[in-house]
């Protein structure tokens, strides 16, 4: 009989709080992102989606247990949490607009590991958006906003992380694009095996390439499960689906 090993946790939170100054936003949520999953964070404007990716990503006060690998990472500033592996790309597409688009990739591969090769790398990210070779001597404020945010995963993704975070990604982008995008983010999960926890509003798409969901409510989690019983939720459907 063949044994089944559980799947590993790349990021496991456990009582993870987060304010700005004064003003609590997260309540000690408690969550898991598995090797090779990607992990989807629903909820309405001011639940506290973008306040979770920046409690991980160490940019805000933060309380409460994050591990990624194991290791405990709250405490640690924004530069430490990158080198440990975590890419975070964040509302509003998180590019050097005063850079031009090659570099910002070189950028991007400053805390990749010693074995990634730069320009293999950045001509796979070339092949996967041809616009952005075309552009590579433009600056990335020049770009239009789907080609930045081509850039800004592109950018994250040179440092080889082990967990990618992205905060919207649908935002202002026309549907053609953002499907593409979506479309990239499931090729990156089952040929690269990356891991990804996604916050995003257009749930239809997000759960359409997730393994499992969190439904946040004014800090708290208040629904979790497997993306396709999340997409059959009523409640989910009527508020997030608009069926």
């Known amino acids: 009989?063949?044994?089944?090993?559980?799947?590993?946790?790349?990021?496991?939170?456990k009582g993870l709080k987060a304010s700005y100054g004064p003003i609590q936003v997260i309540h000690g949520i408690d969550f898991v992102v598995n090797q090779g999953e990607v992990v989807v964070i629903l909820g309405a404007n001011g639940a506290g989606k973008t306040t979770t990716l920046r409690a991980i990503s160490g940019m805000i006060d933060t309380g409460g247990s994050v591990k990624l690998n194991g290791e405990e990472i709250v405490g640690k500033?924004?530069?430490?949490?990158?080198?440990?592996?975590?890419?975070?790309?964040?509302?509003?597409?998180?590019?050097?607009?005063?850079?031009?688009?090659?570099?910002?990739?070189?950028?991007?591969?400053?805390?990749a590991p010693k074995s990634a090769n730069l320009e293999e790398?950045?001509?796979?990210w070339?092949?996967?958006?041809?616009?952005?070779?075309?552009r590579r001597e433009q600056t990335a404020g020049s770009l239009s906003g789907g080609e930045q945010q081509m850039l800004a995963?592109?950018?994250?993704?040179?440092?080889?992380?082990?967990?990618?975070?992205?905060?919207?990604?649908?935002?202002?982008?026309?549907?053609?694009?953002?499907?593409?995008?979506?479309?990239?983010?499931a090729k990156l999960n089952k040929e690269r095996g990356m891991t990804l926890l996604v916050v995003e509003q257009n749930?239809?798409?997000?759960?359409?390439?997730?393994?499992?969901?969190?439904?946040?409510?004014?800090?708290?989690?208040?629904?979790?499960?497997?993306a396709s019983e999340l997409m059959n939720n009523d409640a989910i459907r009527k508020a997030y689906l608009g069926v």
């Open 1 to 13: 009989m063949t044994t089944v090993r559980p799947a590993e946790p790349v990021l496991e939170a």
């Open 77 to 111: 500033n924004s530069a430490d949490v990158v080198r440990r592996g975590v890419a975070h790309v964040p509302q509003g597409r998180g590019t050097f607009p005063e850079l031009t688009v090659e570099e910002n990739l070189r950028v991007g591969a400053y805390v």
């Open 121 to 124: 790398d950045m001509q796979y």
């Open 126 to 134: 070339y092949d996967q958006y041809p616009v952005l070779y075309e």
């Open 153 to 185: 995963v592109s950018r994250a993704l040179m440092s080889h992380p082990k967990l990618l975070l992205l905060d919207e990604p649908s935002l202002g982008l026309a549907p053609l694009i953002v499907e593409g995008l979506f479309e990239q983010f």
């Open 203 to 226: 749930a239809h798409l997000a759960l359409g390439i997730a393994n499992r969901g969190y439904v946040l409510e004014s800090g708290e989690i208040a629904i979790s499960g497997e």
